[in-house]
Nanobody, 121 residues
């Protein structure tokens, strides 16, 4: 009923930039926190950045100063601007959101399908 679709991944050289987008669709009354996670091959999925409904942000230490998370509530979309990319940023990036489908429903945690970011050295 609620779907998240990521886009913007791809291959980039070290030092380059990419902008990821994640659009929510379906039955949505409101969206709370929106987050980006990443999972490198053979590693666990880690939180990269998060933004609350009021716009407060938080970042993993490894991306502070290089990545910026933002959201457009009217478009139900969260973005991740990634600058000064490093080979160690290579991973599948997943969007994660807290969604309230209706005014009297339970909060749902929804995941996107992931988008691959590859940074070459």
């Amino acid at each position: 009923q609620v779907r998240l679709v990521e886009s913007g991944g791809g291959l980039v050289q070290a030092g380059g930039s990419l902008r990821l987008s994640c659009a929510a669709s379906g039955r949505i009354f409101s969206i709370g926190a929106m987050r980006w996670y990443r999972q490198a091959p053979g590693k666990q999925r880690d939180l990269v950045a998060a933004i609350t409904s009021s716009g407060s942000t938080d970042y993993a230490d490894s991306v502070k100063g290089r990545f910026t998370i933002s959201r457009d509530n009217a478009k139900k979309t969260v973005y991740l601007q990634m600058n000064s990319l490093k080979p160690e940023d290579t991973a599948v990036y997943y969007c994660n959101c807290d969604v309230l489908p209706g005014i009297s429903t339970k909060l749902l945690e929804v995941w996107g399908q992931g988008t691959l970011v590859t940074v070459s050295s």
